[in-house]
């Protein structure tokens, strides 16, 4: 679902930062050969994540759900020189053509692959983080969270994709739709939750901010 215009969506994005080379022939790769080209984070999306990320110029990033590996080099452009992205999938079929394109990227010794259930990944990896990106199975969206909140330092960022979810979360879900009452519980929880303080933002598909307090 689309919150605002085409009009006033391409508008915006050509007032916006250009995407660089390689992260237009990974978009136009991903829209050729991948299904659901449109869970890409796109143009718009990925310079917001992008100019996050510079503001926040983290240590340690993690991200939960790779896909192609868009939203994973948006984020790397704010990794200070040292730092490291972590990036957990489980689709096997992508690794190669996420490896592809980190591999041709000026961050590719700071980009980790992890395939597999993010809930079993994310606490074998030895690290907090200072900025997450979750855009996984929206079912385990508050699992997600309750894995990472307590290794993110004070000041650190959680930001959720699809959490407007083509603006189902505004009705009753359906008894089987678990992943809108999902998001609707998540939704509920973290603008609850003392630790932290939160946003959300409709771009695309709904974009929440986390700031751990």
């Known amino acids: 679902m689309d919150f605002i215009s085409e009009e006033l969506e391409r508008y915006s994005a050509q007032h916006s930062q250009n995407e660089p080379e390689l992260l237009q022939e990974l978009s ?62 489980c689709n096997e079929e992508l690794v190669d053509f996420q490896k592809h394109y980190f591999d041709k990227s000026d961050y590719s010794n700071q980009i980790k692959q992890y395939l597999g259930d993010a809930r079993l990944v994310i606490p074998t990896i030895d690290s907090n983080f200072d900025l997450v990106f979750i855009d996984a199975d929206k079912a385990n969206y508050p699992i997600y969270f ?60 709904g974009l929440s901010i986390c700031r751990k307090k």
Request: with cysteine.
């Open 146 to 205: 309750e894995l990472v909140i307590d290794r993110l330092p004070s000041g650190g960022l959680i930001i959720s994709d699809n959490v407007l979810w083509s603006a189902k979360v505004l009705s009753n879900a359906a008894p089987n739709d678990e992943e809108t009452k999902s998001l609707q519980l998540y939704n509920h929880m973290i603008n609850n939750d003392p630790r932290v303080e939160v946003v959300l933002l409709p771009i695309r598909d």
């Open 28 to 89: 136009n790769a991903t829209y050729q050969k991948v299904l659901q080209p449109r869970m890409l984070s796109g143009h718009l999306q990925g310079r917001f994540l992008s100019l996050i990320s510079k503001i926040v110029q983290p240590n340690s990033i993690l991200e939960i759900g790779t896909y192609t590996g868009y939203s994973a080099l948006c984020l790397a452009e704010g990794l200070r020189p040292d730092g490291v992205l972590h990036t957990i999938d």
